[in-house]
């Protein structure tokens, strides 16, 4: 009983407490949709990433070309050309993976791009959401699109369009 009675209690104090809190959503993919030079960057980027796929891909089909080479003719060769043989292959497999690495990696050319395209413009939106926070008194806003945990909102409490009016792209 008494484990009731302090959940209760427990329950309303966090409800009380929540009430005097504002809170706003945005829906960051609806934001970025409407932002032209985030639509340009995007593209950009994904022309980079077919290009630089198109190469990484060329270096893996070369070792595959030299190792079907190499298996046609490995009854032909002596020890000496068979270990020179392998030693090319494995090296052009690790040119690739290298290549791989230098375009695709953790801290590669795309993510580097990446960064330098889409900072400016999501910098540019946390700016806008913080200025009408501000105005309106928003203790907490969060983004309906990355977060997974919320079933359903009012829509009321959308500001996508404020910040969208925010940065010059009204809706």
Same mark, same amino acid.
């Given at each position: 009983?008494?484990?009731?009675?302090?959940?209760?209690? +427990?329950?309303?104090?966090?409800?009380?407490?929540?009430?005097?809190?504002?809170?706003?959503?945005?829906?960051?993919?609806?934001?970025?949709?409407?932002?032209? *030079?985030? &639509?340009?960057?995007?593209?950009?980027?994904?022309?980079?990433?077919?290009?630089?796929?198109? &190469?990484?891909?060329?270096?893996?089909?070369? +070792?595959?070309?030299?190792?079907? =080479?190499?298996? =046609?003719?490995?009854?032909?060769? =002596?020890?000496?050309?068979?270990?020179?043989?392998?030693?090319?292959?494995?090296?052009?497999?690790? +040119?690739?993976?290298?290549?791989?690495?230098?375009?695709?990696?953790?801290?590669?050319?795309?993510?580097?791009?990446?960064?330098?395209?889409?900072?400016?413009?999501?910098?540019?939106?946390?700016? +806008?959401?913080?200025?009408?926070?501000? &105005?309106?008194?928003?203790?907490?806003?969060?983004?309906?699109?990355?977060?997974?945990?919320?079933?359903?909102?009012?829509?009321?409490?959308?500001? =996508?369009?404020?910040?969208? *009016?925010?940065?010059?792209?009204?809706?």
């Amino acid at each position: 009983m008494k484990k009731i009675v302090l959940i209760t209690i +427990a329950a309303i104090a966090f409800c009380a407490s929540g009430k005097a809190q504002k809170f706003a959503l945005i829906d960051m993919e609806y934001i970025l949709k409407n932002i032209p *030079a985030y &639509e340009m960057a995007n593209e950009q980027l994904n022309q980079i990433s077919k290009k630089w796929q198109v &190469e990484v891909e060329k270096q893996f089909q070369d +070792a595959q070309n030299m190792y079907k =080479s190499y298996q =046609s003719e490995v009854v032909f060769l =002596s020890e000496d050309m068979k270990k020179k043989r392998e030693d090319e292959i494995v090296a052009k497999e690790k +040119a690739a993976n290298d290549l791989k690495r230098k375009y695709f990696g953790q801290d590669g050319e795309l993510y580097k791009k990446r960064e330098s395209l889409m900072k400016p413009i999501q910098e540019e939106i946390y700016n +806008a959401v913080k200025q009408v926070s501000e &105005e309106k008194g928003y203790q907490m806003v969060m983004d309906r699109a990355s977060s997974a945990n919320i079933i359903f909102a009012s829509p009321r409490i959308d500001i =996508s369009n404020e910040i969208l *009016a925010k940065l010059g792209y009204s809706k």
